[in-house]
């Protein structure tokens, strides 16, 4: 079955670096997203990605963070200057269907960011 | 602000137990809710309901939903310790926005 792959699985950085984590969505769906979960906590959307720009962003969302898809298949999430309330696990997800359609978000395994 | 609220937030069962779980919502357009279950890592979908009343089942799980009330319930018969989970909650609006619970916490003991 056709999954969500991101890459590292856990990154250690030091505060003020930029990181950039990646994610390989399912090849014929359309949405792209970034969730993150601090430790304990709930599932918090970050952004969400169609048709080759940001669809919508929460609060969090804010000018250190970035999102590109630079080719067919990558979608990549960039830090610029990490801090040490940003460690937390990055989930990218997926969604098969448009705007206008159901479908339910696929999941990728995460990324465990940790800022020193 | 769209809210999605799960309860309880945690639950301690013996295996075969059964057990309901809750989510209540309030959205300003509401498309559809899911439900998750999150091990260690990644979520993975169990359900997608859209319409009141139609119960989605799937072996010992089964879930149903309320658009009037705006709440969702998750039912587990005879539970297993591989049922020990986070099972979250989400809230699908117009623009495929997905909100999310705080989750509730299964443990279930042998």
């Known amino acids: 079955e056709p999954e969500v792959t991101q890459t590292p699985s856990h990154q250690v950085t030091q505060m003020g670096q930029e990181v950039i984590l990646r994610c390989v969505p399912i090849s014929n769906h359309l949405y792209f997203y970034w969730y993150r979960q601090i430790l304990g906590q709930k599932v918090e959307f970050l952004v969400s990605f169609y048709n080759n720009e940001i669809s919508e962003k929460s609060e969090i969302f804010d000018d250190q963070f970035s999102v590109e898809r630079p080719d067919g298949s990558n979608f990549t999430l960039k830090i610029r200057s990490t801090k040490l309330e940003d460690s937390a696990m990055y989930f990218c997800?997926?969604?098969?269907?448009?705007?206008?359609?159901?479908?339910?978000?696929?999941f990728g395994n995460g990324t465990r960011l940790t800022v020193t | 602000e769209d809210k999605v609220v799960q309860s309880p937030l945690s639950l301690v069962v013996h295996e075969g137990d059964t057990v309901t779980l809750n989510c209540s919502y309030e959205v300003t357009n509401f498309r559809s809710l899911l439900w998750y279950k999150q091990e260690k890592k990644a979520p993975t979908f169990l359900f997608m309901l859209t319409s009141s009343g139609i119960e989605k089942k799937s072996g010992r799980l089964s879930s149903i939903l309320d658009k009037k009330e705006l709440f969702s319930i998750l039912n587990i018969t005879a539970t297993q310790t591989g049922d020990s989970a986070i099972y979250l909650c989400?809230?699908?609006?117009?623009?495929?926005?997905?909100?999310f619970g705080t989750g509730t916490s299964l443990t279930v003991i042998p």
């Open positions: 997800a997926s969604s098969e269907m448009g705007p206008r359609q159901n479908s339910p978000l696929h």
């Open positions: 989400a809230v699908n609006t117009p623009g495929n926005q997905f909100y």
